[in-house]
């Protein structure tokens, strides 16, 4: 059975810092393209960041400079650093990982909420 489980949301004020973490099971993690997405109440869900089985990283442009994923193989976790954080990054984080040797197997957790409020 595959299982992501996400951790580490809460509410932080404007221009603080979070670190979620995601830990995965029962998949072949290192294999795996993972992501973080997002979702704002009323709005779509979006990809924030994610990163190649070989450690390379992409970022939505709103999340650019702030915001840092990385993977450890061995721990089976992927993180997302958020840094400088906003009002408008408030949504539930939602970890998702892909088979890159299969791309049609994608995996999500379950989410956390991050709130970013004064």
């Known amino acids: 059975q595959v299982r992501l489980v996400e951790s580490g949301g809460g509410l932080v004020q404007p221009g603080g810092s979070l670190r979620l973490s995601c830990v995965a099971s029962?998949?072949?993690?290192?294999?795996?393209?993972l992501g973080w997405s997002r979702q704002a109440p009323g709005k779509q869900r979006e990809l924030v960041a994610d990163i190649t089985s070989g450690g390379g990283p992409a970022y939505a442009d709103s999340v650019k400079g702030r915001f840092t994923i990385s993977r450890d193989n061995a721990k089976n976790t992927v993180y997302l650093q958020m840094n400088s954080l906003k009002p408008e990054d408030t949504a539930v984080y939602y970890c998702n990982a892909v088979d890159e040797l299969s791309p049609s197997r994608r995996y999500w957790g379950q989410g956390t909420q991050v709130t970013v409020s004064s």
């Open positions: 029962g998949i072949i993690f290192s294999v795996h393209r």
